[in-house]
T-cell receptor, first 113, second 112 residues
Framework: AQTVTQSQPEMSVQEAETVTLSCTYD???????LFWYKQPPSRQMILVIR??????QNATENRFSVNFQKAAKSFSLKISDSQLGDAAMYFC??????????FGKGTRLHILP | DSGVTQTPKHLITATGQRVTLRCSPR?????VYWYQQSLDQGLQFLIQ???????AKGNILERFSAQQFPDLHSELNLSSLELGDSALYFC???????????FGSGTRLTVV
């Protein structure tokens, strides 16, 4: 069975600085999708970025980018120029071919003004 | 507004009772997923429906059941409620396999 591990329960970063959130996963599949979701205090789940496993190029969405290392089964999220509105719980997620998404336990990100 | 509508937003009920949570997926999405998020926990997959049929089941208790109707809305029924069932219940829908889910705003269930 696939698993998703986020080893950092909490992190803090100074406003305007860069922070990287870690995620590793375990799978025997070769074709899958990876996501980062953000859950702010409102509890809404917001898709931040997605990565197709067959693409070697790392996905980028404005200040958010990923470092996808398929062989190492690693999928980290980098947030550049951190803003107060980035404070949230961040979940790494894996979507398998059987269409189920498995979430990590999350990393709570604090932004220090 | 994500396009996925969940009602009610909040629900307070007593132990032993039964409740129904409702979800309307985003227009055009055939798949509906239900997740449970307990306090400060990650999301636990409960069940998935695709175009009216159950497609996958996760850690869903026997006291819980769900269905998806011909108009594609879905209902999650929770019965014989226990204090531990208090959680945020999310519904999500998806257009295609290679996209992420679009989540509703969740139903906060409190069992007292």
């Amino acid at each position: 069975a696939q698993t998703v591990t986020q080893s950092q329960p909490e992190m803090s970063v100074q406003e305007a600085e860069t922070v990287t959130l870690s995620c590793t996963y375990d799978t025997s599949e070769s074709d899958y999708y990876l996501f980062w979701y953000k859950q702010p205090p409102s509890r809404q789940m917001i898709l931040v970025i997605r990565q197709e496993a067959y693409k070697q190029q790392n996905a980028t969405e404005n200040r958010f980018s990923v470092n996808f290392q398929k062989a190492a089964k690693s999928f980290s999220l980098k947030i550049s120029d951190s803003q107060l509105g980035d404070a949230a719980m961040y979940f790494c997620a894996y979507r398998s071919k059987d269409d189920k998404i498995i979430f990590g336990k999350g990393t709570r990100l604090h932004i220090l003004p | 507004d994500s396009g996925v509508t969940q009602t009610p937003k909040h629900l307070i009920t007593a132990t032993g009772q039964r409740v129904t949570l409702r979800c309307s997926p985003r227009s055009g999405d055939l798949s509906v997923y239900w997740y449970q998020q307990s306090l400060d926990q990650g999301l636990q997959f409960l069940i998935q429906y695709y175009n009216g049929e159950e497609r996958a089941k996760g850690n869903i208790l026997e006291r819980f059941s769900a269905q998806q109707f011909p108009d594609l809305h879905s209902e999650l029924n929770l019965s014989s409620l226990e204090l531990g069932d208090s959680a945020l219940y999310f519904c999500a829908s998806s257009e295609h396999h290679n996209y992420g889910y679009t989540f509703g705003s969740g139903t906060r269930l409190t069992v007292v």
